[in-house]
């Protein structure tokens, strides 16, 4: 028997099965006009710190008369979407993938947008177009599924999404649902829901799960989840399926995987010694608290670097500044200094990106392979002083390394929403680093968490071999750098179903270092699996739109490797810079068929979803209320059970995990905890789009 997962809360209205989260349907940008939201909802379903978020909201239009409307939503940096649909007067429509950037402009205002749209909304929002205008107290409902890979440091990932609506909307939401499911092969030691009390939290070890519901209460705090994983169970774990001929997107591998190694080195090994820059932006719009937290940041840094290393600091605006004229050794005398040094920068001036690299890479010519040469780069706008060309600045950086013949690694820190994504990216990538880009408060926060992963590297020049030779096109390519209580994510595809050795060389502390592991992988179609197609695709996109930043944009090869990228978007529903949610040329549905695009989704049959009945019935005081599932679904029941007079008592969510066979128990209480009273009652069950009742009596 399946063990379902229970939840037990008080559902006003829901439009949709389905969970769902938080974007905006916009009247009119510019003045702040926007549907009201009426239900939102997010599930999560993370294995091995590859989260699957679905995203259903459900807006009405109040505004008294019909609406041009576009939906926007603040997807994260790192999120890919895989799926959209929307649903207007009960019938869902599917977007398509089509060719071409997305569509940023929004209704009203001439491209003005309202400052709190634009806060909400962050540096990568999705676009989609509603091609009808919505008629006036009509409501429309949208179903967004994107890929997301959570962040793991030191055994503890952290899961967060944008439910903070209050830029949006003050008023009361009518329900929030979050659902967070977790399969892991370590051990769970702990879960928590940070931001919410939760009505469940269930942990069974090698998989757990968060419920929770509010009601008539304004959206106006982010779910935050954590979790932590034993620290003692290192090493790779791995998933894999094999498509059906008929599924497989292209003529490649039938085969797709993806494993999470954290490699366990021996303590007895030492620390490696560090060459270490810290690159500061000074300009002006750096002022306030931007450059109190990098301050505070590079205080940290600076405090916990260890024995035997060597530093420098450099600032710059349009003048370029240096704590010392070379890399000084890491003593307490001079980390003194540089804590005075720190505390006296200042905000001013213009932004010399390529004059502060200038200064801080001829300071790396003296070191040596047994080092771990690092840059830090911290920085919150353009390029607007000496080069400004992103091609020109990294054409000049990897000019001045490569005159040196060392081997540096730079990790970008973009802060806010005015930095050079595309400069910062391919920096980091060329250089064997990490780009990542924060808000506005969170600097000190993540960078003083980065460099505590940073400051001792498992392996440097990571690569990884497999035998036999049956894996291809595996991703990420080049492979980063490894560093303590980091994970190492890598998908790829395969041809023959045979235990594979995953090898993985690189060097440590000076010496060389490989690690060893067995992946399994599957000769079959694991259907939960699936979802590692996206994963592999986006991972691809992302190896190519490196390639595709270092080519001349108008060059032959670009076009090509652009070309590459949209195929493989369109082919995998996978968003990229280059392709867009449409939704032209939906079709119509009626009662018996919901059109979705061009294809149709049939409601669940008798033989997919069976109503086995209650047990025992008659009964005195709980029975249990059973029913199974034949067909492979990921979603939520509701069981609702009402009494004669039609009144909803009770009301129950159970989570589908695949075919198997599902009960709830009621224990004869309504849902304020009293007593229900002898009698018959109504239970129904909804899943997809199809409902089953039954007829039970309570004897007492």
Same mark, same amino acid.
């Given at each position: 028997?399946?063990?379902?997962?229970?939840?037990?809360?008080?559902?006003?209205?829901?439009?949709?099965?389905?969970?769902?989260?938080?974007?905006?349907?916009?009247?009119?940008?510019?003045?702040?006009?926007?549907?009201?939201?009426?239900?939102?909802?997010?599930?999560?379903?993370?294995?091995?710190?590859?989260?699957?978020?679905?995203?259903?909201?459900?807006?009405?239009?109040?505004?008294?008369?019909?609406?041009?409307?576009?939906?926007?939503?603040?997807?994260?940096?790192?999120?890919?979407?895989?799926?959209?649909?929307?649903?207007?007067?009960?019938?869902?429509?599917?977007?398509?993938?089509?060719?071409?950037? !997305?569509?940023?402009?929004?209704?009203?205002?001439?491209?003005?947008?309202?400052?709190?749209?634009?806060?909400?909304?962050?540096?990568?929002?999705?676009?989609?177009?509603?091609?009808?205008?919505?008629?006036?107290? &009509?409501?429309?409902?949208?179903?967004?599924?994107?890929?997301?890979?959570?962040?793991?440091?030191?055994?503890?990932?952290?899961?967060?999404?944008?439910?903070?609506?209050?830029?949006?909307?003050?008023?009361?939401?009518?329900?929030?649902?979050?659902?967070?499911?977790?399969?892991?092969?370590?051990?769970?030691?702990?879960?928590?829901?940070?931001?919410?009390?939760?009505?469940?939290?269930?942990?069974?070890?090698?998989?757990?799960?968060?419920?929770?519901?509010?009601?008539?209460?304004?959206? #106006?705090?982010?779910?935050?989840?954590?979790?932590?994983?034993?620290?003692?169970?290192?090493?790779?774990?791995?998933?894999?399926?094999?498509?059906?001929?008929?599924?497989?997107?292209?003529?490649?591998?039938?085969?797709?995987?993806?494993?999470?190694?954290?490699?366990?080195?021996?303590?007895?090994?030492?620390?490696?010694?560090?060459?270490?820059?810290?690159?500061? #932006?000074?300009?002006?719009?750096?002022?306030?608290?931007?450059?109190?937290?990098?301050?505070?940041?590079?205080?940290?840094?600076?405090?916990?670097?260890?024995?035997?290393?060597?530093?420098?600091?450099?600032?710059?605006?349009?003048?370029?500044?240096?704590?010392?004229?070379?890399?000084?050794?890491?003593? !307490?005398?001079?980390?003194?200094?540089?804590?005075?040094?720190?505390?006296?920068?200042?905000?001013?001036?213009?932004?010399?990106?390529?004059?502060?690299?200038?200064?801080?890479?001829?300071?790396?010519?003296?070191?040596?392979?047994?080092?771990?040469?690092?840059?830090?780069?911290?920085?919150?706008? !353009?390029?607007?002083?000496?080069?400004?060309?992103?091609?020109?600045?990294?054409?000049?950086?990897?000019?001045?390394?490569?005159?040196?013949?060392?081997?540096?690694?730079?990790?970008?820190?973009?802060?806010?929403?005015?930095?050079?994504?595309?400069?910062?990216?391919?920096?980091?990538?060329?250089?064997?680093?990490?780009?990542?880009?924060?808000?506005?408060?969170?600097?000190?926060?993540?960078?003083?968490?980065?460099?505590?992963?940073?400051?001792?590297?498992?392996?440097?020049?990571?690569?990884?071999?497999?035998?036999?030779?049956?894996?291809?096109?595996?991703?990420?390519?080049?492979?980063?750098?490894?560093?303590?209580?980091?994970?190492?994510?890598?998908?790829?595809?395969?041809?023959?179903?045979?235990?594979?050795?995953?090898?993985?060389?690189?060097?440590?502390?000076?010496?060389?270092?490989?690690?060893?592991?067995?992946? &399994?992988?599957?000769?079959?179609?694991?259907?939960?699996?699936?979802?590692?197609?996206?994963?592999?695709?986006?991972?691809?996109?992302?190896?190519?739109?490196?390639?595709?930043?270092?080519?001349?944009?108008?060059?032959?090869?670009?076009?090509?490797?652009?070309?590459?990228?949209?195929?493989?978007?369109?082919?995998?529903?996978?968003?990229?810079?280059?392709?867009?949610?449409?939704?032209?040329?939906?079709?119509?549905?009626?009662?018996?068929?919901?059109?979705?695009?061009?294809?149709?989704?049939?409601?669940?049959?008798?033989?997919?979803?069976?109503?086995?009945?209650?047990?025992?019935?008659?009964?005195?005081?709980?029975?249990?209320?059973?029913?199974?599932?034949?067909?492979?679904?990921?979603?939520?029941?509701?069981?609702?059970?009402?009494?004669?007079?039609?009144?909803?008592?009770?009301?129950?969510?159970?989570?589908?995990?695949?075919?198997?066979?599902?009960?709830?128990?009621?224990?004869?209480?309504?849902?304020?905890?009293?007593?229900?009273?002898?009698?018959?009652?109504?239970?129904?069950?909804?899943?997809?789009?199809?409902?089953? &009742?039954?007829?039970?009596?309570?004897?007492?």
């Amino acid at each position: 028997m399946k063990k379902a997962f229970l939840f037990i809360s008080i559902l006003f209205f829901l439009l949709y099965s389905n969970l769902s989260a938080s974007g905006v349907m916009v009247v009119d940008a510019k003045n702040g006009i926007y549907l009201t939201m009426i239900s939102s909802e997010v599930s999560v379903s993370v294995e091995n710190q590859v989260a699957v978020i679905t995203a259903v909201q459900t807006f009405k239009n109040n505004l008294g008369a019909d609406e041009k409307i576009k939906y926007a939503f603040p997807m994260p940096e790192d999120g890919s979407a895989t799926e959209l649909k929307w649903k207007v007067s009960g019938i869902w429509y599917t977007a398509n993938f089509k060719p071409g950037p !997305q569509d940023t402009t929004l209704p009203g205002g001439g491209g003005v947008i309202h400052p709190n749209l634009s806060s909400y909304l962050g540096g990568t929002p999705l676009y989609f177009n509603i091609e009808d205008s919505l008629k006036a107290d &009509s409501s429309i409902t949208v179903q967004l599924t994107y890929v997301q890979l959570l962040k793991y440091e030191f055994g503890t990932v952290k899961f967060e999404y944008p439910n903070d609506y209050s830029l949006i909307q003050e008023g009361p939401v009518t329900s929030q649902i979050l659902s967070f499911k977790l399969l892991s092969g370590r051990t769970i030691d702990s879960l928590s829901l940070l931001s919410h009390t939760a009505q469940t939290i269930q942990n069974y070890g090698d998989s757990a799960f968060i419920y929770f519901s509010i009601y008539e209460q304004p959206a #106006d705090k982010n779910y935050v989840v954590h979790y932590s994983l034993n620290p003692e169970e290192l090493g790779l774990f791995g998933m894999s399926t094999v498509l059906p001929d008929s599924l497989v997107p292209d003529s490649l591998q039938r085969g797709f995987f993806l494993f999470v190694a954290e490699p366990n080195p021996p303590e007895s090994t030492d620390i490696i010694n560090k060459v270490f820059t810290l690159i500061i #932006d000074r300009s002006g719009s750096m002022s306030g608290t931007k450059m109190e937290q990098a301050k505070n940041a590079a205080k940290f840094i600076v405090e916990n670097l260890n024995e035997g290393d060597k530093f420098n600091i450099i600032d710059f605006d349009d003048i370029i500044t240096l704590f010392r004229e070379s890399h000084v050794p890491f003593n !307490q005398e001079n980390k003194e200094a540089a804590l005075v040094y720190i505390a006296g920068l200042g905000a001013r001036g213009m932004t010399d990106i390529c004059g502060a690299f200038a200064a801080a890479i001829p300071q790396f010519s003296s070191t040596d392979a047994n080092t771990a040469n690092i840059i830090i780069f911290l920085t919150d706008g !353009q390029a607007t002083a000496g080069i400004t060309s992103t091609p020109e600045i990294l054409q000049y950086i990897n000019d001045q390394i490569n005159l040196r013949d060392t081997t540096l690694t730079i990790f970008n820190f973009g802060i806010g929403l005015d930095v050079n994504h595309q400069l910062l990216t391919l920096m980091a990538a060329e250089h064997n680093g990490l780009a990542e880009f924060l808000e506005n408060d969170e600097v000190q926060e993540r960078i003083t968490s980065f460099y505590m992963k940073i400051r001792n590297p498992v392996l440097l020049n990571t690569k990884v071999e497999f035998q036999p030779y049956t894996v291809a096109d595996a991703f990420p390519n080049p492979l980063p750098n490894l560093y303590k209580g980091q994970q190492l994510l890598v998908s790829g595809r395969y041809t023959e179903a045979a235990p594979v050795n995953v090898k993985l060389t690189g060097t440590a502390f000076g010496q060389p270092a490989e690690y060893n592991y067995q992946l &399994s992988l599957s000769n079959s179609d694991i259907e939960k699996n699936r979802f590692l197609t996206k994963i592999w695709a986006k991972l691809k996109i992302e190896n190519l739109l490196v390639h595709y930043y270092s080519l001349d944009a108008g060059s032959d090869e670009a076009a090509a490797v652009k070309d590459q990228i949209i195929d493989i978007s369109l082919k995998f529903g996978v968003l990229s810079p280059f392709t867009n949610l449409s939704g032209d040329n939906h079709g119509g549905g009626n009662a018996s068929a919901v059109e979705q695009g061009n294809n149709k989704i049939e409601p669940l049959s008798n033989f997919d979803f069976e109503l086995t009945g209650n047990f025992p019935n008659p009964f005195n005081p709980g029975t249990k209320i059973i029913f199974i599932v034949n067909k492979t679904l990921y979603e939520a029941a509701v069981i609702r059970i009402y009494n004669m007079l039609g009144e909803l008592i009770r009301e129950y969510r159970v989570f589908i995990n695949g075919k198997g066979l599902y009960e709830v128990y009621w224990n004869g209480l309504t849902e304020n905890g009293n007593a229900a009273p002898s009698g018959n009652y109504i239970y129904v069950v909804s899943l997809g789009n199809t409902v089953l &009742s039954g007829k039970m009596c309570l004897l007492k």
